[in-house]
């Protein structure tokens, strides 16, 4: 059996990432995947990076992390995004900035003989598309079933849900309760953002799955950390004031 903690965007919320952490801790794991964005937005880019480096076995790179390490470039983002992933590029270090420009934002894994693709955005475009309608549901779907994968690990959206395959149900779900795998069900998963939810949960999100037996369930999990210290540390970065209050709001 293997227990996997699985996040996503932390976005430099350092106080989010350490209560999830700790709270992933207190629920046991083996591994730690991470779906990338560990930076951009938040005032701790560099102490985010030391966690995820060191706890998760597996990093994807996100749009704001390739941005901040000059990989990709800054047309696409708004105005906030742009300056927050300025400010971010100018605090991190050599070694800071070759370990983000050497992740990759999509990834093929297998767990104890089960197929699962792990992407940033969308597994057809995971630096920049968002899951979050029919359109890519389905799509993400017959990706899925053409890789002979079960399951699909998104973040990019900052929204915790499920969906599955069955009954052709294009529809996502916010989840309340273990989701257990069927068989012959193909599902696609976001665990949410650590950093910067934006379901109107301000709690930092994440989600925890055991495999065993060609059995795969899943848990997701909302978490209180200090969004005050947080915010707080975002104004006194000089970054934008939105970034601060969003937090507030979770959106
Ligand atoms: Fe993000």
Same mark, same amino acid.
Not at 9 to 12: F, N
Not at 71 to 77: K, Q
Not at 120 to 132: A, F, K, L, Q, R
Not at 194 to 201: A, L, N, S
């Given at each position: 059996m293997k227990r996997i903690a699985i996040i996503s965007?932390?976005?430099?919320n350092l106080h989010a990432l350490d209560a999830v952490v700790t709270d992933a801790m207190n629920k046991g794991f083996d591994e730690m995947w991470c779906l990338g964005?560990?930076?951009?937005?938040?005032?701790y880019p560099s102490e985010c990076i030391e966690i995820v480096r060191n706890r998760c076995n597996i990093v994807l790179a996100g749009n704001h992390d390739l941005a901040a390490c000059r990989?990709?470039?800054?047309?696409?983002?708004n105005l906030e995004a742009r300056l927050a992933v300025e400010w971010t590029s100018d605090k991190l270090s050599n070694s800071e900035i070759s370990f983000l420009r050497s992740l990759e934002p999509l990834k093929f894994v297998e767990v104890e003989g089960i197929h699962f693709v792990l992407a940033?955005?969308? %597994?057809?475009? %995971?630096?920049?598309?968002?899951?979050?309608g029919p359109f890519e549901l389905q799509r993400t779907f017959y990706f899925l079933e053409d890789k002979e994968a079960q399951g699909a690990f998104v973040g990019h959206s900052h929204i915790q849900f499920f969906s599955s395959s069955k009954d052709l149900q294009f529809e996502m779900k916010r989840p309340s309760e273990k989701l257990v795998f069927e068989e012959d069900t193909i599902y696609i998963l976001n665990p949410g953002s650590?950093?910067? %939810?934006?379901?109107?949960?301000p709690r930092a999100a994440y989600m925890i799955i055991e495999v065993e037996d060609r059995s795969v369930n899943a848990e997701f999990y909302r978490v209180k950390y200090d969004i005050e210290e947080a915010s707080s540390s975002i104004i006194e970065a000089g970054l934008p004031l939105f970034l601060a209050t969003r937090l507030r709001l979770g959106y």
């Open positions: 965007d932390i976005h430099g964005d560990t930076v951009g937005y938040g005032a990989a990709l470039s800054l047309d696409e983002f940033h955005g969308s %597994p057809m475009n %995971p630096i920049w598309e968002y899951v979050v650590v950093g910067q %939810p934006r379901d109107y949960d």
